[in-house]
């Protein structure tokens, strides 16, 4: 078995070297994930035969000289992205028996570079969560400390890619839902500029946030999967018609970044609000190791980042409340027993499927959404998204880049915040700012505490993400705080 | 928060969701902390500031007049609730 | 003192935009397909899919407030009214609520009693239709069609400018006639291509304030509309008289008994909780659009009218009928076109006489539309050229037409036709005598009781001499020569 822990590069070498056949890759995979995942749970299902099948497809193109730098590239998909004829649950039991009649854009997008789709990873219903606690079909685990969670809602995915069950895995952010795993599992997650990634395809909770990303073991990785999965797509109105040159050029230098001399902002607001003295300490490391690599750094000013999380879950909850009224058992999906009349369809298929985290936001959109609250929540919160939207660009007006903590700490234990669903909510301090504003933004693993993983975030101007990928490219260049592996 | 004004039976109703007597009370505790955590942001001073439905200032993309779906209502209702010939089924209601 | 009531009516008019496809999905619109044939994905509001909008459709609603000479607003956007109900997959129907693609405009409907009545456009949206159910297919089920789901509408609203039903079924008719003409809509009511909302409201005469409203819902026929809104304000008139107040409701026509009942009170359905469409984005009409639009822009209704009076002395009356259908306009432009050489003086009049006339009544006999006509414009230009011309008598026109309507046969060529079937009209005063003379020698009783004064016998030889001239002759003609040689 190769190293479940190589990066996508070292296996490009590997498998172009005909040291190790994608085939051999998968099946280790398999036995490695056979062995692990009753324990982490990352994966939900398994695309065996699929696998196998598209394996050997690239196996067949290797050996007839295709050079391709996703091709035979062992990967999972979250649940939320519709694989065709494949289950898709979006981690709820609403969905549970649902088959996609297509795929995602970007399922047909890396099928098309080639890429082994061993399974759907597990996630938060709906991707509503922080925890990975609020899948219907069973937490994740954290690879670090199996008894913490892994972050959500993409904790299937930030586990998979931690724990060497797959070489990198999609995922998906609406407030954090790529960041916040990533950074709790001690890997490397972006989220592209909104309307970067097609959206098609995939489950909405919120749709003027939800973004699709990835998460993998290095920056480099990120930006090749990234590259195969971005650009415009006509079947999403809110896909931005710009290309993808700036990945190209990234990936054609290696990626180094054109100019080292960066200037990086530190958001005033996000040190305050940072309150563990270790991931200060250690964010503080990772500036120093920035430093020595050329870019300057300067204190910027967010004034209005505390207003974020209300007005997320105010956008958010109203857009999911709206979204998830397609759920009614009439046409697909579950129905609710012994439904006798037309109003117990919906209400019993909606109250078995749903889990609870759900059902809060679909009534707190509701209420937000409802006649006479309209102004007071949805129509501030919409205010308020263009001064948070503002600001950042105002403050990229002096810097190129934001370092921030991914999130408030590193990884809670499971069933700590279970409870008390506002405190839950106070985990995406951090990553819901740039989500309103619909900044590219990425998680990077920058150290340990307790031996557990922390994460830096970066924030770019619109469009930017392939410097953020460039910045943590050469910042994993001198440092090997992703190389770390759990002991499992 | 005002949890008078915060009718549980009403929104169920209108998501057509179903809460037994506990699980209204547990809701209306849970809804009214959410509402309580997001008045935080009537802090933001917004006069003048126009409302921003999307991040991009980006305009709508129009679409040919094409037809370019073939649906087949036998795949799409493998595993449909209830279908016959072509139909979906509900219990039957009144208009 | 007997109050006088003053009724107000307002009208909500669906037009079912004519495009191929649907207002936000590729599928087709043709009417009869068999159950859920034409709903894909989006649809059926199946999870990950995602709305695009149709140019076209965009093109038609713009086409109709040029035609108004409305208000365009450069930004339009759509918004999701949210409410639970079967044929509404989505739980939310995607219409435009705050920012309309078309704004106040203006209509003068020609009235009964000829005279002209201004009515206000409030504004007009575009919005995608429902599914529809069917109650009676399966005992104790509702079954449920999506084909009709997001079917492109244009919802036009009037201001409550009508005061009394004649008027408002005028200003539905005048509608009609405006979209048909525009092209932007079949016009077929039967098959709820249009349909209409009316808002009707009495007060006493002379107050400014409107009184409580009832809405009349999905009326599809200009008769139906009238005799619905008589009922209302009989209904009304009652209810006020006797001291009750009318109720703000819903209520349905039924035809068969010509009363209105109240619709099943949707008791949430006001709360629709709008907001604005995350997955679409604002819509831009630009200059180059609208001059695009403009460009294709098809004559008005009224500068048809007055075009056929001015260039081909149509009658008035004729004039309004001709354009109540633009189909037969179109018929009668292409064929003074197809004459455009030698058309003679009266020639459209002779065609608008044979569209009210022959092809009027042909198209009811065989209930088929102006626009499957089988006489081709040239084929019809040609029968009214021989007509006026003397060729062809006005029976040969009338049996030529039918030859060629039963024949369904474009390349049928009508002097061709004439000439093989003998049609021409015997003008040859020889060959015309010799049959005279042959009929007065075969009836010599007749022509002696003709003779002794029984005059009216003269129908009696016309007729003979019309028979044995196979209808070829000109019965004017004959029973002139017949005076002449009876008279002797």
């Not at chain 1, 999967?225 to 990945?247: H, I, K, P, Q």
Request: glycine share 8%; hydrophobic share 40%; net charge negative.
């Amino acid at each position: 078995m190769p190293d479940p822990y190589l990066d996508i590069r070292e296996l490009r070498t590997l498998l172009d070297g005909g040291q190790c056949s994608a085939s051999e890759l998968v099946e280790a995979h398999f036995a490695r994930i056979e062995h692990i995942n009753p324990r982490l749970g990352c994966y939900l299902r398994l695309h065996e035969q699929a696998a196998r099948d598209a394996a050997a497809d690239a196996d067949a193109r290797i050996a007839q000289g295709e050079r391709s730098p996703l091709l035979g590239i062992p990967i999972a998909h979250k649940d939320i992205f519709c694989t065709k004829g494949e289950l898709t649950t979006c981690g709820s039991k609403i969905l549970e028996h649902w088959r996609a009649p297509y795929d995602a854009t970007i399922v047909e997008r890396l099928a098309q570079a080639g890429v082994v789709v061993l399974g759907k990873s597990n996630m938060d219903e709906f991707a509503m969560g922080s925890s990975n606690e609020n899948s219907a079909y069973g937490p994740v685990a954290n690879p670090w400390d199996e008894s913490r969670v892994p972050g959500g809602s993409s904790g299937g995915s930030a586990a998979a890619v931690a724990a060497g069950l797959a070489a990198a895995a999609t995922a998906t952010d609406t407030g954090g839902s790529i960041r916040q795993p990533a950074s709790l599992c001690g890997v490397t997650g972006i989220r592209p500029t909104y309307g970067r990634v097609s959206r098609f395809g995939m489950i909405a909770f919120a749709s003027s946030l939800d973004q699709a990303g990835v998460i993998a073991r290095s920056a480099y990785d990120v930006a090749l999967m990234l590259r195969a999965m971005a650009g415009f797509d006509t079947r999403d109105s809110t896909s931005n018609e710009r290309g993808v040159e700036d990945l190209d050029d990234l990936i054609a230098n290696d990626g180094a970044l054109s100019s080292a001399n960066l200037r990086i902002g530190l958001p005033r607001e996000y040190m305050d609000a940072l309150k563990s003295a270790g991931y200060a300490a250690t964010l503080d490391a990772a500036r120093c190791e920035l430093e020595s690599l050329g870019m300057r750094f300067e204190d910027v000013s967010l004034p209005s980042t505390f207003a974020a999380i209300p007005a997320y879950y105010v956008l958010a909850c109203s857009e999911a409340s709206s979204n998830l009224s397609r759920f009614d058992g009439v046409r697909y999906g579950h129905r609710g027993e012994d439904a006798e009349s037309l109003e117990e369809v919906y209400r019993s298929s909606r109250s078995e499927g749903f889990g609870a985290e759900v059902k809060r936001r679909i009534l707190t959109g509701t209420y937000c959404l409802s006649y006479g609250y309209y102004d007071a929540y949805y129509k501030k919160a919409m205010r308020v998204r263009r001064v948070i939207r503002d600001e950042f660009a105002r403050a990229f007006e002096s810097v190129d880049v934001l370092l921030t903590p991914s999130t408030p700490g590193i990884a809670f234990k499971r069933g700590e915040l279970a409870g008390d669903h506002i405190a839950m909510y106070q985990q995406d301090c951090f990553t819901t700012p740039a989500a309103l504003a619909g900044q590219p933004c990425l998680s990077m693993p920058c150290g340990f505490d307790g031996g557990l993983p922390l994460g830096a975030q970066l924030i770019g101007p619109h469009f930017s993400d392939a410097r953020l990928l460039g910045v943590a490219h050469a910042f994993q260049q001198a440092t090997d705080h992703h190389r770390q592996r759990p002991a499992l | 928060m005002t949890e008078k004004s915060l009718d549980i039976t009403y929104l169920s109703r209108l998501a057509a969701l179903r809460f037994d007597a506990d699980e209204t009370i547990r809701a209306q505790a849970d809804i009214a902390r959410i509402i309580d955590m997001i008045e935080a942001m009537q802090a933001v001073k917004t006069e003048g500031v126009e409302p921003l439905a999307h991040p991009h200032e980006a305009v709508q993309r129009l679409r040919g007049d094409q037809v370019t779906e073939d649906p087949d209502p036998g795949a799409l209702q493998t595993g449909a609730p209830a279908a016959q010939d072509g139909f979906y089924l509900v219990p039957r209601f009144v208009e | 003192m007997k109050t006088h009531w003053e009724t107000v009516i307002g009208l909500e008019v669906h037009v079912q935009l004519n495009t191929a496809s649907k207002l936000f999905s590729g599928a087709a619109t043709e009417f009869g397909a068999s159950p859920n044939r034409q709903a894909c994905g989006i649809d059926l509001g199946l999870p990950g899919v995602l709305p695009v909008l149709n140019a076209d459709a965009l093109k038609k609603a713009l086409r109709f407030g040029i035609a108004i000479d409305a208000e365009i607003p450069e930004y339009s956007t759509f918004d999701r009214k949210n409410y639970l109900y079967p044929d509404l997959p989505k739980g939310y129907q995607t219409s435009q609520f705050e920012h309309p693609v078309v704004g106040t405009g203006r209509i003068v409907v020609e009235t009964e009693e000829g005279t002209s009545l201004p009515v206000r456009i409030t504004r007009a949206h575009l919005e995608e239709d429902a599914g529809k159910s069917i109650h009676d297919a399966y005992p104790g089920l509702t079954a449920l069609d999506f084909n009709r789901s997001g079917m492109p509408l244009l919802e036009i609203v009037t201001e409550p400018d009508m005061r009394s039903p004649a008027q408002a079924a005028a200003c539905f008719r005048h509608i009609h006639r405006l979209v048909t003409h525009l092209r932007i809509c079949d016009g077929n009511l039967s098959q709820g291509s249009m349909r209409c909302d009316a808002n009707i409201s009495l007060r006493p005469a002379g107050q400014d304030t409107l009184g409580e409203r009832a809405e009349l819902k999905n009326i599809n026929s200009f008769r139906f509309l009238e005799q619905a809104l008589e009922y209302e304000v009989g209904r009304q008139r009652r209810l006020l008289e006797s001291g009750e107040t009318v109720k703000r409701e819903t209520r349905q026509f039924d035809h068969v008994s010509g009363t209105t009942k109240a619709m099943r009170g949707k008791e949430l359905s006001d709360d629709y909780r709008y907001f604005p469409c995350p997955d679409l984005l604002p819509v831009h009409v630009d200059a180059h659009l609208l001059a695009e639009v403009r460009r294709d822009m098809p004559e008005l209704p009224d500068a048809k009218a007055e075009r056929l009076m001015r260039e081909h002395e149509v009658s008035a009356d004729d004039a309004a009928r001709l354009t109540s259908d633009p189909d037969m306009v179109d018929w009668l432009d292409a064929a003074l076109q197809a004459m455009s050489d030698d058309a003679p003086d009266g020639l459209g009049q002779a065609l608008s006489k044979l569209l009210l006339g022959q092809v009027r009544a042909s198209l009811n006999r065989t209930q088929i539309d102006m626009a499957s006509c089988p006489v081709t414009p040239t084929q019809g230009a040609m029968l009214a050229l021989r007509n006026l011309d003397g060729t062809l008598s006005s029976a040969g026109l009338r049996d030529l037409f039918r030859v060629i309507w039963d024949a369904g046969d474009a390349s049928l060529n009508v002097d061709a036709l004439i000439e093989e079937q003998g049609l021409a009209q015997v003008r040859d005063t020889s060959a015309l005598a010799e049959l005279v003379q042959s009929v007065i020698d075969a009836n010599p009783k007749q022509v002696e009781q003709y003779r002794q004064g029984q005059t009216r016998l003269l129908g009696f030889f016309v007729g003979q001499v019309m028979r044995a001239s196979k209808g070829s002759a000109d019965p004017k003609q004959v029973s002139e020569m017949l005076r002449e040689v009876l008279g002797e």
